[in-house]
């Protein structure tokens, strides 16, 4: 397969309706997307196998959903306001700006090719800003959240007392966040809006060495598990001056994409940092007493930090293969059927009505349990090249044998193989397929 290409793959992601570019009728609005049908389903089985495996399989970890919108006052105990910042220069030819420590040569303008016209680097805050209220006043100025995290720890309390937990114990969130990001790009792997999947882990402090380490492989297995790419994926460890300001200790899930080696997901030791700070600005106790041990201490944190949108791309990138088959291109998305927007197509062979009628009858029942989409128009063969397009594993064909022998062909994405299924044991037969 000739080596992919973020062109390729961001034009069959627009193409077969994943993701379109935001305000595309008005000539688009630069790195932000919308999700098409497509898309939205592919995005939405992430965060489910995401949630399912963070929180629905685990007897330790509970789920919460906080506003995008929080107190100011969270941001300034959290050192966002202060320290959530990239080093920005301009430069004086093109006026383009840039994140300093994302330069190629730190004196040659990407842009317009000029060396020496960069202005001193100054830190730029990247929390994106706007009012509460009729009034657009310093005192109702708020911040939109640049992480999902920070909702956990003001809830950290809330959710221990009315829940009644004990450590260890997690508290996971999925949900949108904000950054005014200086260079966005590489389609949707850098945006200035995109969706976080967090769990904040709270644990004894002399615990947190090995839950690091739990959670690291936890991490890394997720993604195999579903179907990405071993040899794409690797775990690498930050140098100390890349270190947040909250961390001891961040190790990142990357995976190589078309441009390198690039981050995923990060999951670092927040110590005891957030809970200290919010107890401190705040004045309430965020402590935790341990009934056994007689003591009263601040847990330490484990933090997975996954992007949703980013590892959506990540799945889209990993799945996307092409073969041959007779003497033609074929793209297949081979994503994983917990992934794939459709899990099967019901195909009649022609739109004739005893056909069509036997193939809504199907449909209905398949549609009980799964996304399924219907195609009654083009040639079999091109709606086949479509489905595999775009990641269908499987594909239900109702011929004019099915009003004789009362069984549909069912073909498999990645082998092509066919069989013969009765259409009375059709369900039970995708049901195994599709555990
Ligand atoms: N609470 C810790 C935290 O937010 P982070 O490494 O800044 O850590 C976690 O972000 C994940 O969020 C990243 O690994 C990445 O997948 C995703 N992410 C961060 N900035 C992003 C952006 N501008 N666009 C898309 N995804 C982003």
Redesign the pocket.
């Known amino acids: 397969m000739p080596e992919l290409t973020l062109e390729t793959i961001s034009n069959l992601a627009k193409k077969r309706g994943f993701v379109f570019q935001s305000s595309e009728i008005y000539g688009g609005l630069r790195s932000a997307y919308d999700y098409g049908p497509l898309g939205v389903e592919l995005l939405r089985n992430v965060k489910d196998q995401w949630w399912r495996s963070m929180v629905r399989e685990r007897d330790d970890v509970v789920g919460i959903d906080s506003a995008i919108i929080q107190a100011r006052k969270v941001w300034q105990a959290s050192g966002h306001e202060q320290v959530f910042t990239d080093p920005m220069v301009e430069c004086r030819n093109c006026n383009a700006r840039h994140r300093t420590d994302k330069l190629a040569d730190p004196d040659k303008c990407p842009t317009c090719g000029k060396t020496g016209e960069f202005t001193e680097p100054r830190d730029f805050n990247l929390m994106l800003r706007t009012h509460m209220g009729p009034v657009e006043a310093d005192e109702n100025m708020v911040y939109l959240r640049?992480?999902?995290?920070q909702g956990i720890f003001i809830n950290f309390e809330n959710v221990r007392r009315t829940n009644r937990l004990r450590l260890p114990f997690g508290i996971a969130q999925i949900g949108k966040?904000f950054?005014n990001?200086i260079t966005?790009g590489q389609f949707?792997?850098?945006?200035?809006e995109?969706e976080?999947m967090?769990m904040e882990f709270f644990c004894r402090p002399e615990e947190s060495a090995e839950w690091f380490d739990f959670w690291k492989k936890a991490r890394f297995d997720w993604y195999t598990d579903l179907g990405m790419t071993a040899e794409n994926l690797r775990l690498r460890d930050h140098e100390s001056d890349e270190l947040?300001h909250y961390s001891s200790g961040t190790a990142?899930v990357e995976y190589l994409f078309p441009w390198g080696w690039d981050?995923?997901?990060?999951v670092?030791n927040r110590t005891d940092f957030d809970l200290r700070q919010h107890a401190e600005h705040s004045g309430e106790d965020l402590t935790y007493f341990d009934q056994e041990a007689d003591e009263r201490f601040f847990p330490h944190v484990i933090?997975p930090?996954?992007?949703a949108?980013?590892?959506t791309f990540a799945f889209l990138i990993d799945a996307y293969s092409e073969d041959t088959v007779n003497d033609e291109t074929r793209t297949v998305l081979k994503l994983d059927h917990r992934l794939a927007p459709y899990k099967i197509a019901v195909l009649p062979l022609s739109k004739k009505a005893e056909l069509i009628e036997p193939t809504q009858k199907i449909a209905a029942e398949l549609r009980k349990r799964w996304m399924i989409e219907v195609d009654v128009t083009q040639s079999i063969g091109r709606r086949y090249r479509r489905q595999d397009e775009i990641g269908t594993p499987y594909c239900v064909t109702v011929d004019f044998d099915s009003l004789e022998d009362n069984a549909v062909t069912v073909r498999d994405r990645d082998t092509m193989e066919q069989e013969r299924v009765g259409m009375d044991s059709l369900v039970g037969f995708m049901t195994e397929k599709l555990f």
């Open positions: 640049p992480e999902t995290a966040a950054r990001e966005p949707v792997f850098r945006t200035r995109f976080q967090e947040s990142d981050e995923l997901e990060g670092a933090e930090a996954a992007g949108t980013r590892t």
